[in-house]
């Protein structure tokens, strides 16, 4: 007679180690700070205008984020003409204080 582990054995139902945490996205800020928080852990974030400018061009990027209070147009220029030339989202916050915050770069 032939055995199938399935006759032998109890099935045990299996819950995942950790739940994930679904959270309220209220709105785009919300949206983008939570997003550049789990790129920044699994390490998929690129800063710097050296860095954001190569992965924008060779269309690494998924997302640019840019604050709209950057002091240098030229920089913002580039920014968005990359973007726009790659078909990569371009997301502006108010506030490159407030990027840095949520970076963990400054306070």
Not at 40 to 61: P, S
């Amino acid at each position: 007679s032939i055995l199938n582990m399935s006759d032998t054995e109890e099935v045990k139902d299996v819950q995942p180690a950790e739940e994930e945490v679904k959270e309220t996205v209220d709105n785009i800020q919300v949206a983008v700070k939570l997003v550049l928080k789990k790129s920044q852990v699994n390490d998929g974030l690129v800063k710097g205008l050296n860095e954001v400018a190569k992965a924008l061009d060779r269309k690494e990027a998924l997302l640019c984020v840019l604050a709209e209070n950057c002091e240098d147009a030229k920089y913002k220029k580039l920014i968005h003409a990359l973007c726009k030339t790659n078909n990569i989202p371009l997301i502006e916050v108010e506030d490159r204080q407030e990027v840095g915050e949520w970076l963990g770069q400054c306070k």
